[in-house]
DNA sequence: GGCTTTTCTGTAAGCGCTTTCATCGAATGG
DNA sequence: CCATTCGATGAAAGCGCTTACAGAAAAGCC
């Protein structure tokens, strides 16, 4: 964009200050002059420079979100939901991927916060000195898939409930031996709240295996010896969905029969989780509510609408496929 | 953020020009003078403001992208290839997707503009006019899965070729009766050229099933009278990979074995193809190199380092799986 | 007609930075 | 020792807008 404000006042025979007051309608203006400026406007295609309205205003009219990766379905349709409510209410979005990379994060997150008026964070992807020091300045802070912390929102799915339930489904089928494909890289995060959960049931029956991502090429990798070892487990409970479709090439490649040699659970449910063969048993977290949600508790602390922080936990939904045996009474969805 | 280079200046003893000199490292700061600011600037915790340094640069240091829906795991790849560049070369990203609504695209567009130095457009999501008033404006852009157009980057796979050689493989099967499964919504898109090519090797042996959205949920809706008919297709030939699991879901549901009774394949390779089953036979895409060259292609004409438009055409890779029918010479992957 | 309101419009002061230009002292060279 | 150059710095002009503030014109009211 070229033409400014300047040139559309020059044109129309007035003072910016008139065509900016026209333009936003703050202001009276009489309307043969509002008819002259608008026309202005128009010969010219004058669009005024976001740079010079934020500048003025104050604000950016912008919301940030930083996230780890956009590889897997989980991120993708969190991110959706967020564009979409914050699209609505006028603010776009700008995206900050680290990638796994610690190092520039600092400066990453910080040129992000000079972009935008607040942010999305995912779980624990930036540094609690940094947190510390956005808060500190009053940088209004939606955390999604992390324990409550003081001074901003939180946002979270359910996790304990559900794991249970689900554990406790398991041992309705009569399982024994478990694992946890996908131990908890962080504490506190969405995965260390599931694995706390289907512990609390299943005991020392469940064992749990590391990955360094939630992949699932790293499933598969961590898959192939638990599976092969000969004290295999009866079910796999997963971290997530991609990691058990990783679990479930795994146990293919071995000629192993999911459920009738293995039962295969993940979370999530990601679109190929209903379209792995056996479909996958899983926990429906709303990924796109978490976002628009994220989107919308934001705009208030922007707004200055709300001013405490709010901590929200969505509830989730179990749903039983066939990877986890056969049900008499359920039908595979 | 709140400290400005002022207060930065004051408590260095020090003119604003130095601050700014001292931190850029743009022309000469004595060493004790830079010691002094940096120094200050630690203190203060001084981040300068992006509204500023945009404004007198006349530069965002920011990209920005338009896609119709983040909901597929195409157009994510492709931002993450995007992204990961983008940051790489120092710009943010700032994502508009335009979910199928018409009206105020232009609006949304608009806004965007004011924001990025480029931007990347996917296929046909902008109307003609806009973007003929951005080339207007000189705003590099890069189209993505779109014809090649004047004043603008485009990049695209290959389709054409691939579309044949897929078609011809398939006629080695010994199909005669083909189902194009969502026939092309744009013509000039990478829709209508795989839809054109494999028309040209199939001819009349294949019929077009249009589809409003190349999503699941359509390819399924679609799928299911088109399998029912009596006349049933032997393969269906599905535009994306998406819409192929739709058609698989159909199959499963009418009993019909796949690739037994009817052969499927997609588009794309994403990463459900892999896990459904059968494994979708389909044609692989670079989707995140399509983003990460769009990125570089945006940095060229943004910087300057190159000023005619550029088309390029990426190479694509057929991945036989087991959903086209059973291969002597290939093993399923 | 004179006075008070309203309505309309312009002036100018920011918003936070970069960068040109000018200045000034010190270093260099003959 | 003087002329020249160079290094270091500050003043100030933008960049494009919004918005008090104030002035002028129009309108309303006895």
Known sequence: MDVTIYEVARRAGVSIATVSRALRGTGPVAAKTRERVLKAVEELNFTPSRLGVSLAEGRHAANGIVFPDLAGPYYTQVLLGYEEVASELGRSVVILSTKGRTRDVHALVKDLAGRVDGMLVFGHTVPGALVAELVGVGMPLVFVSREPLAGADTLRSENTAS????????????????????????????????????????????????????????????????????????????????????????????????????????????????????ALTTIRQPMRELGARAARALDELITGARTTPQHLVLTTELVFRASCGHHPQEEPQ
Chains 1, 2 share one sequence.
Do not use: K
């Not at 489904?169 to 706390?196: C, I, K, N, S």
């Not at 939630?214 to 599976?227: D, F, K, N």
């Not at 479930?248 to 449910?269: F, H, I, N, S």
């Open 163 to 278: 794991a249970r339930a689900l554990a406790t489904h398991l041992l309705g089928h009569g399982y024994r031996r478990y694992a946890f494909l996908g131990a908890p890289l962080t504490t506190g995060d969405d995965v260390d709240e599931r694995w706390q959960g289907v512990r609390s049931v299943l005991g020392g029956a469940i064992e749990a295996v590391p990955i360094s991502h939630y992949t699932v090429e790293h499933g598969y990798e961590a898959a192939l010896p638990l599976l092969r070892s000969r004290n295999r487990p009866e079910a796999v409970i997963c971290s997530d969905d991609e990691v058990a479709l990783g679990a479930l090439l795994a146990a293919e490649e071995l000629g192993l029969a999911v459920p009738g040699d293995v039962a295969v659970t993940g979370w999530d449910d990601i679109m190929a989780a209903r379209h792995a063969r056996p």
